[in-house]
Structure formats: structure tokens, C-alpha cells
């Protein structure tokens, strides 16, 4: 499960971007980690990790006021070191 990071409202310039022009975000922090079923395709995560997701993977639910995503491990495309 992952708490998706939402992307800048407004560019490096000051242009600020309206909903419509935003694109879907595609990194998250892990909030929680399940067994997986393809152990050799997947990037390992821990709870903290910054992560990379495909676009349109997963499933969104609501789960005590926020927005969380559902992954596939084999959806993480990287794990992201600050």
C-alpha cells in the first residue's frame, strides 16, 4: 500500500497548473507491505520507501480519510533513495 505523493500545483517559472493540465503523480512513500507472489520480479520495498509506480497500476480505496493505492509488486518500477 502506497500514500501517493501529490505533484508540484506550480512550475520552476511560476505558472501555476490547473487540475485539468496535471498529470497523474506516479511516486509514493510504502505505508504498509504484503507477501508477494513473484518474489524474483520484484524491487524489494520496506514501510518508508519512496517508490516509482506505473501510471494508470493499482487500485485506489479509501481508508480513514485519505486516498492509499493498492500495488502490485511487480507495478513498482523503482525505489527512489533521497
Known sequence: MVKVLEEET??????????????????GIVVAVGESLYEEESIPVEVG??????????????????????????DILARIKD
Open 49 to 74: 520507501d519512496k517508490v516509482m509506480f506505473a501510471k494508470f497500476s493499482g487500485t485506489e480505496i479509501k481508508l480513514e480519510g485519505e486516498d492509499p493505492l493498492i500495488l502490485e509488486s511487480t
Open 10 to 27: 506550480t512550475t520552476p517559472s511560476g505558472i501555476v497548473l490547473p487540475e485539468t493540465a496535471k498529470e497523474k503523480p506516479q511516486q
